[in-house]
């Protein structure tokens, strides 16, 4: 099982990216699903996760910006950043609770987004 992230980028503040996070291989069954991120000098932190029922939790600094999508038939899902901050700036991580033979926690390859002018 691979998860593979994909979508990021330099844009500027006030502009938008949207990230992809597909998985791949032997998958029964995904649950949940999420976003991290990681700036440098800080530890990782969720940005959003969507649970298989489709409740979506949002991180407050990203509220009313970001918008957490998922297609189970695709097994992907999608991170659309709007009105992106320099504080944004981080490595976007996805990160998956997936059933192959037994239940496990697998994590992308992880994306760089920077904003800045």
């Known amino acids: 099982v691979q998860l593979q992230a994909s979508g990021g980028g330099l844009v500027q503040p006030g502009g938008s990216l949207e990230l992809t996070c597909v998985a791949s291989?032997?998958?029964?069954?995904?649950?949940?699903m999420a976003w991290y991120r990681q700036a440098p000098g800080k530890q990782r932190e969720l940005v959003a996760l969507n649970t298989r029922a489709g409740i979506t939790d949002y991180a407050e600094s990203v509220k009313g910006r970001f918008t957490f999508s998922r297609d189970n038939t695709l097994n992907t899902v999608y991170l659309q950043m709007n009105s992106l901050k320099p504080e944004d700036t981080a490595v976007y991580y996805c990160?998956?609770?997936?059933?192959?033979?037994?239940?496990?926690?697998?994590w992308g390859q992880g994306t760089q987004v920077t904003v800045s002018s």
């Open positions: 291989g032997n998958i029964f069954t995904i649950n949940r």
């Open positions: 990160k998956a609770l997936i059933y192959s033979d037994k239940w496990y926690e697998y």
